[in-house]
């Protein structure tokens, strides 16, 4: 069965960075559209970001995904945390090689989360 495993997680303080990891396990994430999400208690899932088959690295802002095909991963750096950066961060994989929009209900497999806490 489909596993996806995030790790990375942690506390950091405002302004620092962190790299989260999303190793597939009975999954080639080569072949699908990856993504991240994060979730606040009480908030709706938001997307983070997301990476197609093509893309061996994409950026926005403060943010960049990469992917490792051949450790069948995907990473997620973040730089300049602030507070409100802070949720528990999933790992998802569509099911298809081709990103749409960035939505919870585009993905099919999840990971079980990993925690960030930034303080101020």
């Known amino acids: 069965q489909v596993q996806l495993v995030e790790s990375g997680g942690g506390s950091v303080q405002s302004g620092g960075s962190l790299r989260l990891s999303c190793t597939a396990s009975?999954?080639?994430?080569?072949?699908?559209?990856m993504g991240w999400f994060r979730q606040v208690p009480g908030k709706e899932r938001e997307g983070v970001a997301q990476?197609?088959?093509g893309a061996a690295f994409t950026v926005n802002g403060r943010i960049s995904l990469s992917r490792d095909n051949a450790k069948n991963t995907v990473y997620l750096q973040m730089n300049n945390l602030t507070p409100e950066d802070t949720a528990i961060y999933y790992c998802?994989?569509?099911?298809?090689?081709?990103?749409?929009?960035?939505?919870?209900?585009?993905?099919?497999?999840w990971g079980q989360g990993t925690q960030v806490t930034v303080s101020s």
């Open positions: 990476i197609s088959t």
């Open positions: 009975e999954y080639t994430i080569s072949a699908s559209c």
């Open positions: 998802a994989a569509r099911g298809r090689a081709g990103c749409t929009s960035l939505r919870s209900s585009e993905y099919n497999y």
